[in-house]
């Protein structure tokens, strides 16, 4: 089973910056894609961005394209997520999760972890 914890979650102020971190069991496959979800209050998770096995960046959702960087170390088994420009909207708990590209697209997993949370203040 495929453990990923996430870390680096905060509170800064509009236009501040974070970096979150993924760190992934190594039974995550080198092939295997990793998506940075986050679910705001009251409302669904979200895929807000992807990353291919190679580094190669798969999506970002509309709402953070600009602002957010993913990134992959596979020599770290670490995924990061670059936050800039940070905007309270962005206020969530922010999970990530990797497996087949289709199961990151849509999110399907059983399990996830506890994510980490993202408050941005105006």
């Known amino acids: 089973q495929v453990q990923l914890v996430e870390s680096g979650g905060g509170l800064v102020q509009a236009g501040g910056s974070l970096r979150l971190s993924c760190v992934i069991s190594e039974s995550l496959g080198r092939d295997d894609a990793v998506g940075w979800y986050r679910q705001a209050p009251g409302r669904q998770r979200k895929l807000i961005a992807a990353?291919?096995?190679?580094?190669?960046?798969?999506t970002y959702d509309d709402a953070v394209k600009g602002r957010f960087t993913i990134s992959r170390d596979n020599a770290k088994n670490t995924v990061y997520l670059q936050m800039d420009n940070l905007n309270v909207e962005d206020t969530a708990i922010y999970y990530c999760n990797g497996g087949h590209v289709l199961r990151v697209v849509r999110g399907d997993f059983a399990s996830w972890g506890q994510g980490t949370q993202v408050t941005v203040s105006s």
């Open positions: 990353v291919g096995p190679t580094d190669i960046r798969l």
